[in-house]
């Protein structure tokens, strides 16, 4: 019996190979559709993103699913928008709940895919949707927070703030706050980015480090400021795209949002100084850039050139940044975008994960960072050039080219 199911399971893998080989992507097609429908081939499932082999509530999920979603948004093809429908559907029950989520874990990372929940439930209108964004929501009412009010990153991580949680938490926050009239809520949000703008900026180069712990008592945190040791491309990555995302929801009356401006330009004028010049892309670890063992990664270069891009659209930046943002959206597709036979496009050179503490304790040193994991195809790199991609797309509609 045990013969015969290996024996099934071994034939179900071939088919399914088999099947995933077959199937083409058409190489006239834009980038962020290229992209898109070469992921929902290789996971056919759309809760099998992020190499899940099981159901998870993730924020891997939400960031691909958003980017998705404005991928059918620009060319229409429901297709997509059924694939991330379906992964709704599975994971929320008719009461609104959530499988695998755990709002007494206060892991600030859960709330990102609240994000696309939003467009799932404008378009189906099914209740269940609503109640689930709700409960995210719920989330922050009672999610620990040091005195200053920032978001501790998680319930196992006390008094710690990560430069990745504002991604997972404040456009969520600003968009369910615009969503449904709550204007109070805006100062909360602006209060983020700017307290957490404080506990990691490194006024030596101007760049943010990846976090702080304002007890001081993590080993990996400087005993004076509570610092991290180093800027974490992907940490400022998140948190520059946190920027453009959240400020579509804050009104420009509010108070502090033009700090946030100040901010966000600051983060612009870094990544331009950093910028490699032969490449037009960045490090894994920013300060560090160009050392030895450093490596030029994909995730943070693809959420810089998606900041930029946008950020110069919507007017937070100077135009001229449009030329850093080009050259890096070329060096992306030159040095990270390989393309198999059948079409289907991948992304590669992307750190699979990095943290701080922990079980596992991981230090934040440098070797640390420049020793993780290393893989293709992940989704915080995926979603973010899906992003960037439609960014060129629409200025390649206005006329834009980019050089050979």
Known sequence: MNKLICNLLTMGAVVSSLQVSAQKVDEQLPWSVRMTESEMIRCP??????????????????????????VYDAYGDKKIYDYAYAYADTMIQADGSIKTYK???????????????????????????????????????????????????????????????????APFYAEYAFRNSRPQDYKDVVNQFITVARHTYDPKNGLYRHACDVSK???????????????WGRAMGWYAMAF???????????????????????IATQVKKIQDPKTGLWYQVLDRSGDKGNYLESSCSTMFVYTLFKAVRMGYIDPSYMEVAIKGYKGILNNFIEVDKNGLVSITKACAVAGLGGKNYRSGDYNYYINETIRSNDPKAVGPFIMASLEWERLQRLGCKLAK
């Open 103 to 169: 709002l007494s874990e206060y892991n600030i990372d859960r709330l990102n895919s609240g994000k696309f929940l939003f467009r799932i439930f404008e378009q189906s209108k099914e209740e269940k949707f609503q109640k689930a964004i709700d409960l995210l929501r719920s989330q922050l009412d009672t999610h620990p927070r040091n005195a200053d009010g920032g978001f501790w990153h998680k319930k196992i991580y006390p008094n710690q703030m990560w430069l990745d949680g504002l991604y997972m938490g």
């Open 217 to 231: 008592k993590e080993r990996w945190s400087d005993p004076v400021t509570g610092q991290s040791a180093h800027s």
């Open 244 to 266: 453009v995302d959240a400020l579509d929801f804050i009104p420009k009356h509010e108070a502090g949002r033009d700090s946030m401006l100040v901010i966000l330009n600051n």
């Open 45 to 70: 499932e759309s809760w099998q993103l992020d190499f899940q082999p099981s159901l998870k509530w993730d924020y891997c999920h939400g960031l691909e699913l958003q980017a998705m979603l404005d």
